[in-house]
Structure formats: C-alpha cells, structure tokens
Nanobody, 115 residues
C-alpha cells in the first residue's frame, strides 16, 4: 500500500529557510516523477516543484529560484529546500506523484511564514 509521509514544516520568519522531507513507500519509486504540492484553505492544491526519476526538475514561477527539489531513489525520499520564504508560501505541503494520476495523499506538513 502506498504511503507518503511529509515532515519538516514549521514556523519561520520572512526570508528564512526550511527543508521538507517525504518518505515514499512506493514500488518502482524511481520510475515516477514526484512533486511537491501546496494547499491553502479554500484554494486548489497546486504543484510547486517536480522531478523526474532521472533528476529533471521543474518549478512553478512563484517558487523558481527559491525552492529546490531533490530526491534519493535508493532511500525513496523526496526533499524540498525552501529559501527566501515569503508569507504567500504559507500552506500545507504535500508530496505525491507529479501529474494527474496521484497516489493517496499523505497528511502533509504545515509551513507558516510570519510577516
């Protein structure tokens, strides 16, 4: 059974940094493009960063240059390094397969950027 567990969120001041981690119990993990999504209450979940199994990354314009996604296929882990955080980055962050055929969602990890 697929399980995604996100961690690393917290409260940070404007301009600060956080590193999110995701443990993915997924067979054939390296064959999937994985992504980090975020959701603010009342709004749709949005994909902010993704990475193919081979290491090609893509970013939403809102986070480009500030966030860096990485993955360790051997450990089945996905990471999101977030720098220069802004209040608008406040959200619950989730990892999942990038694209429309997502796995069951984990609980996410809350990121709060204080102004």
């Amino acid at each position: 059974q697929v399980q995604l567990v996100e961690s690393g969120g917290g409260l940070v001041q404007i301009g600060g940094s956080l590193r999110l981690s995701c443990t993915a119990s997924i067979s054939f993990f390296s064959s999937y493009a994985m992504g980090w999504y975020r959701q603010v209450p009342g709004l749709q979940r949005e994909l902010v960063a993704s990475m193919t199994g081979g290491g090609t990354a893509n970013y939403a314009d809102s986070v480009k240059g500030r966030f860096t996604i990485s993955r360790d296929n051997a450990k089945k882990m996905v990471y999101l390094q977030m720098n220069s955080l802004k209040p608008e980055d406040t959200a619950v962050y989730y990892c999942n397969r990038a694209g429309i055929n997502t796995f069951r969602w984990g609980r996410g990890t809350q990121v709060n950027v204080s102004s």
